[in-house]
């Protein structure tokens, strides 16, 4: 059983386009987010979403949307691509039972490539 | 800010030998966890070992074991008996208390030889 899962793995598309990258976990866990990892294999959050809400929003271009249609998915729409958008991007999610720390459990990454 | 830094873009060690992976932070706050995490060429991240700031004994999961010097900010990670499939880079990280954002350091590549 995948815990959490992202569609696609692979994605290869032109400047300009607009994507999409789908998230899904099958954990019941109430708050999800979106990773970042560029080509010198630095990781930074982006969003973060608990119950549908954006809870973390780093200093992303708005060019990222993360949209949440319900607490199992948290897709990360990205327009007018850019060639500094390659990356792999890493979707995770956990429950958030602050001040207690839950793990965050990560996707298998999708790989960006903006030619 | 908070900051992690991982000074050894690379390692290397003989398999079933010990390496010792470092990491340090620069924080103000008090309360706060600090993880080891793996990502190995399969491009998954694992989490290895977590430690709670306000706990003084060092965390152990089997052959991994990590120094943690809260008074100099130093989390250090040790891999005993290593085998070939801890080979991946190797990310330290710090989560403030009360919030989610985990903030990474850069990674440490780690390779291990037969």
């Excluded at chain 2, 620069?26 to 998954?44: A, G, H, I, M, V």
């Excluded at chain 2, 008996?81 to 330290?92: E, H, N, P, V």
């Amino acid at each position: 059983d995948t815990a959490v899962s992202q569609t696609p793995k692979y994605l290869v598309t032109q400047m300009g386009n607009d994507k999409s990258i789908k998230c899904e976990q099958n954990l019941g866990h109430d708050t999800m987010y979106w990773y970042k990892q560029d080509s010198k294999k630095f990781l930074k959050i982006m969003f973060s979403y608990n119950n549908k809400e954006l809870i973390i929003n780093e200093t992303v271009p708005n060019r990222f949307s993360p949209k949440s249609p319900d607490k199992a998915h948290l897709n990360l729409h990205i327009n007018s691509l850019e060639l500094g958008d390659s990356a792999v991007y890493f979707c995770a999610s956990s429950s958030l039972g602050l001040p207690i720390y839950n793990e965050q459990f990560f996707g298998p990454g999708t790989r960006l490539t903006v030619l | 800010a908070q900051t992690v830094t991982q000074s050894q873009p690379e390692m290397s060690v003989q398999e079933a030998e010990t390496v010792t992976l470092s990491c340090t932070y620069d924080t103000s706050e008090s309360n706060y966890y600090l993880f080891w995490y793996k990502q190995p060429p399969s491009r998954q991240m694992i989490l290895v070992i977590r430690q709670e700031a306000y706990k003084q004994q060092n965390a152990t999961e089997n052959r991994f074991s990590v120094n943690f010097q809260k008074a100099a900010k130093s989390f250090s990670l040790k891999i005993s008996d290593s085998q070939l499939g801890d080979t991946a880079m190797y990310f330290c990280a710090f989560m403030k208390q009360n919030t989610d954002k985990l903030i990474f350091g850069t990674g440490t590549r780690l390779q291990v030889f037969p």
